[in-house]
């Protein structure tokens, strides 16, 4: 018989299709799924009970589930900082084809501790940078999401066009067309798994389309059906990216995408600020998902994303911190409140987002693009029991009537405990499996390293 997890006396956003709450509520679980839950005290007489927890004062919410990221950029934060992407790119892609596999793994370490302690509870990390001869990057990074505990899904990215074919990277950062398949294939056999509760799975993610030759496009979107994995990429990020692909293929990102394979449900796409009505609608049939990342979207002046049009024609949205290059506080709350804050600059004004539409982006819109809404997400019955609690009875909460008005338009809540299938990762804000002060000296140490020898050039 599963070992029984009682919360009780809590606030709960279940994030459900019907949006229920319970203002004094409780959630079973048993093992790693959520047996039940509902409003009052949980039902008497359940055996093997192993741990009761009062949740007097906290609001209940499915995990957070981050869907874009770049995790190397943990150690290159705070450069670059009054640049447009394309700028900034340049400025950055010579130093990032500096690092190693010690260096991804301290900044893979530091990007997964942050989002941890902050309640996220499902993350992802679109890696593209793979300098030759600096060891198993992809391995290092999946070492470090297992030793902190969150679910995970590697976007094994790749680049194949360097400046000398019209992209932006330095040629020297860049694969072959032959080498970024076959690589991410074997990253594909080696650690991805489809079973149910699966703690890291593998997207096939191209980074850019001015980054990436048309080839390798469409036969990494064929792999990744051969496989049956999920595909991943950067997609009408900036007006420059906008000018780059009618210049060079003579159409628009989405019709770009579109012609090599690249809308369909089981695709989704980082960013997507500049979209027009056609763009909007082709998403919409193709049910191809949108990672929203206002946090950098502003850092870089990139123009805010038409998320109230997405969602009301039915494409999925989900949130992202996207790399922390251009993010850096590297956390998901920020863009629960940056979705509703920024969206609201936007046409739509006030009715743009509320609090609760920017909760669900951050966790059940997350989950529906990385495919895995009948998993996570959402509390319910039968799904993993991926959760947190959040401490509202502290003076930056406590006069905020409406949990989840408090959640997202708040401070930071203290995260009190964060579940993933049942196994406690955070307790009081301190990560259980990673020593968070080790991690910052770690990182600190690789961030003066890959400093030092991109300087020596």
């Given amino acids: ?12 956003a279940t994030v459900d299709a019907k949006d229920t709450e319970y203002a004094s509520g409780h959630v079973v679980v048993a093992g790693n799924l959520i047996e039940s839950l509902g409003a009052g005290r949980a039902p008497e007489g359940l055996e093997n009970v192993v741990r009761r927890i009062d949740a007097t004062g906290h609001l209940v919410t499915p995990g957070l589930v981050n869907t874009h ?10 450069l670059a900082t009054d640049h447009n992407l394309f700028d900034w790119l340049v400025a950055l892609y010579p130093i990032w084809a500096r690092i190693d596999e010690r260096m ?3 900044a893979a370490q530091g990007s997964l501790a942050m989002m941890a302690r902050g309640g996220v509870t499902t993350a992802m990390d679109h890696h593209y940078v793979f300098p030759q001869g600096t060891g198993d990057l992809s391995g290092s990074i999946i070492r470090a999401a297992r030793e902190t505990g969150v679910r995970f899904t590697l976007a094994r990215g790749s680049m194949d066009r360097g400046e000398g074919d019209g992209g932006l990277p330095p040629d020297f950062a860049v694969e072959t067309l032959e080498g970024a398949l076959a690589a991410t294939e074997a990253t594909v056999d080696e650690h991805h798994d489809a079973s149910f509760g699966a703690m890291t799975q593998v997207a096939v993610a191209p980074c850019s389309p ?9 036969e990494g979107a064929e792999l990744a059906r ?5 595909l991943h990429t950067h997609g009408s990020e900036t007006v420059e990216e906008e000018k780059f692909c009618h210049e060079l293929f003579g159409m628009g990102p989405t019709d770009y995408f579109e012609s090599t394979g690249w809308l369909g449900e089981d695709v989704w796409m980082a960013h997507c600020v500049h ?19 206002p946090s950098s979207n502003a850092r870089l002046a990139a123009g805010i994303a038409r998320v109230p049009d997405m969602l009301a024609a039915g494409v999925p949205v989900g949130l992202g911190v996207d790399g922390t290059a251009s993010n850096e506080s590297g956390e998901l709350h920020t863009e629960l409140r940056n979705a509703l804050l920024v969206g609201r600059l936007g046409p ?15 966790t059940y819109g997350g989950a529906q693009v990385l495919g895995r809404a009948r998993e996570i997400g959402s509390l319910e019955p039968g799904k993993l029991a991926d959760l947190v609690l959040w401490r509202m009875d502290t003076l930056a909460h406590a006069s905020i009537a409406d949990p989840v008005a408090a959640l997202v338009l708040g401070a930071a809540a203290p995260v009190t405990a964060s579940f993933v299938g049942g196994e406690q990762i955070v307790e009081h804000g301190r990560l259980l499996h990673v020593d968070e002060d080790a991690v910052a000296r770690s990182t600190r140490a690789e961030a003066r390293r890959l400093a030092d020898i991109a300087a020596r050039g």
Avoid: P
Avoid at 210 to 217: H, I
Avoid at 352 to 360: F, H, W
């Fill in 226 to 230: 051969r496989k049956g994995v999920r």
């Fill in 275 to 293: 979209m027009n009505d056609s763009d909007i609608a082709a998403f919409a049939r193709t049910r191809t998902g949108v990672a929203h990342c």
């Fill in 210 to 218: 001015f980054s990436v030759t048309t080839e390798l496009l469409k």
């Fill in 1 to 12: 018989m599963a070992q029984r997890i009682v919360i009780e006396n809590a606030a709960i």
């Fill in 69 to 78: 990221h770049h995790f190397y950029q943990w150690i290159t934060r705070g």
């Fill in 348 to 362: 739509h004004r006030e009715a743009a987002l509320n609090a609760r539409q920017a909760l669900r982006l951050g």
């Fill in 104 to 106: 991804t793994y301290a």
